[in-house]
């Protein structure tokens, strides 16, 4: 290109009319390129969303799937579900050097020798044949007792076993003045099956939740008769009448036991259309127990039917354990006092321990935790009614410390995974509500967690997994009434089927209070199936009680 100088004017008009020609063609280039530019940054900012919310989407997928019995309620049953991840195996104090199965001393139970005033019948047994050296045997003299065959039928002092075939008694009443009153069992009807069947029927129905139509088939398989459907539903809302005296007094004893643990299960017993305003068609399984007693409650989880249970019902200073659903602190309860249930605890620090998997402080809490469960366990079987002074010292110093770096820890950080807010949450309430979780070592007639009441609450789940949903709603509270009723029995060592049949003759049974006075320490072992965690065990025992 020549100098501009030495170009003439003409040139140069040429010259500055091509470069803005070209100009015009690279603005149009740069504006296409602009253009592309902003349309790749909408995408990229749409991808970065669409990343962000698959994170999101993923953390809860793995969340979920690293849900399993030793970080959540879910059942040990579900741990070897596809694509779950396995509980971690925890780690366990030194052997005990005890051999497996029973151990000496331990209560057994075995099919012993009875003595001639216990046998139900004797029966004796003399040789059918000829002797062995061909002399005939009728003329021939005892010399004693050889051998003896005990046997043991499945028959009690109350009720028979129903045999392959049912037998039928007709009780004709002479008319008069004077009318013979009915026996007992029989109901108003002409023909009716009697109270062991009956009682039979209803066993299978609330205790090992067999169908109506299996039920039938066991029933004609066993005695031969094959009642009605109708009539077997019907056995449900008889038994529930003729125990509500029974139940009415277990919820009575209830309210006047110091501590009681309680829980609630969601369960399929209620029409399957959902309720004006809900969202899920079903109830809430209420349960308050003791060692001693069980009575349920089948409802919501609103305040009303919180209301309606047992607790205002309690004796002021009552303790009761539970899960720290907001409900059992409300002031419409009255003035209880609170056990928070450490098993949750436990549950929720596993989980906290693979949120962060970098931090001490969610193992160190599980392993106080688990050592104050311990030490209380140990004193309560010496007789004691508190736990040490400095065994909780120690322990609440170890507990205080793992709390204040947990809070530190959780503080700092903008953390929006799934269990973050519900660690930072256990946190605070560790801190903030300290003697609810920790009154257990105050007083050893408090269990430190509530598994009684989800023992008790465990067969409903089982029997929704076999029969499904419980359409009936009234039928499913007559249901549970009388679970209650065989569960109290049951933990009283009386015989389920015995307590059906007494109530079907007419003489139902009824619990009678523990003998102990209540400020006796409870006589009911608290298994809580934690085991001392090996530093702090020895870091307790460094010293003697």
């Not at 069992?185 to 062991?196: D, L, M």
Request: aromatic content about 6%.
């Amino acid at each position: 290109m020549p100098e501009l100088e030495s170009m003439t004017r003409d040139e140069l008009v040429v010259l500055a009319r091509g470069q803005a020609a070209r100009l015009d063609e690279l603005a149009v280039v740069i504006a296409r390129q602009d253009a592309q530019i902003a349309a790749m940054a909408t995408q990229l900012a749409d991808l970065v969303d669409k990343f962000e919310r698959q994170a999101q989407e993923l953390a809860k997928l793995q969340h979920l799937h690293s849900r399993n019995s030793s970080n959540s309620s879910m059942p040990p049953s579900k741990d070897d579900t596809l694509g779950k991840v396995p509980p971690r195996k925890e780690r366990r104090a030194k052997p005990s050097g005890r051999g497996k199965g029973k151990q000496r001393g331990a209560p057994g139970s075995a099919l012993c020798w009875r003595g001639d005033d216990e046998i139900d019948d004797r029966l004796d047994r003399f040789p059918q044949k000829a002797c062995g050296c061909g002399a005939d045997l009728v003329d021939a003299v005892g010399l004693g007792v050889v051998w003896w065959t005990a046997t043991s039928s499945t028959r009690s002092r109350w009720w028979r076993w129903p045999s392959r075939s049912t037998t039928s008694t007709r009780w004709p009443a002479p008319a008069g003045r004077s009318t013979a009153e009915r026996p007992a069992g029989a109901g108003r009807g002409r023909a009716e099956y009697g109270p062991s069947l009956r009682a039979f029927a209803v066993y299978l129905l609330v205790v090992h939740f067999v169908p109506v139509h299996r039920m039938r088939e066991i029933l004609a398989a066993l005695t031969g008769a094959e009642p009605s459907v109708g009539f077997v539903h019907a056995l449900l809302a008889r038994a529930a009448s003729l125990l509500a005296t029974c139940d009415f007094v277990i919820r009575t004893l209830i309210t006047l036991a110091f501590t009681l643990c309680c829980d609630e299960t969601p369960l399929k017993a209620c029409p399957a259309t959902p309720a004006p305003g809900r969202v899920e068609a079903k109830s809430y399984l209420h349960v308050a127990c003791t060692g001693l007693y069980t009575n349920f409650l089948l409802g919501d989880r609103s305040m009303t039917t919180f209301r309606q249970f047992v607790y205002r019902d309690l004796e002021p200073g009552a303790v009761i354990v539970h899960d720290r659903y907001q409900n059992y602190d409300s002031i419409h309860l009255g003035t209880l006092q609170h056990q928070l249930c450490l098993t949750h605890v436990l549950r929720d620090l596993a989980g906290a321990a693979g949120l962060y998997p970098e931090q001490a402080w969610p193992t160190q809490l599980a392993d106080e935790l688990r050592e104050l469960i311990h030490r209380a366990n140990q004193a309560r079987d010496r007789g004691e009614q508190t736990l040490a002074a400095r065994i909780r010292q120690v322990a609440l110093t170890g507990l205080r410390h793992a709390v204040r770096i947990g809070l530190a820890h959780t503080a700092t950080l903008a953390d929006a995974r799934p269990g973050a807010r519900k660690a930072r949450l256990l946190l605070q309430a560790l801190r903030e509500r300290e003697d609810d979780f920790l009154r257990f070592t105050t007083d050893l007639r408090i269990p430190p967690t509530s598994n009684q009441a989800e023992r008790d609450l465990r067969p409903s789940k089982t029997q929704e997994k076999i029969s499904g949903r419980l359409t009936d709603l009234q039928r499913a509270k007559d249901r549970y009434l009388i679970r209650g009723v065989l569960s109290t029995a049951t933990k009283h060592a009386v015989n389920s089927l015995t307590v059906l049949r007494d109530a079907f003759t007419g003489t139902p049974w009824l619990p009678r209070q523990p003998p102990h006075p209540p400020d006796h320490p409870t006589q009911q072992p608290l298994t809580t199936g934690h085991r001392p965690s090996p530093h702090t065990q020895n870091r307790h025992t460094a010293q003697p009680c």
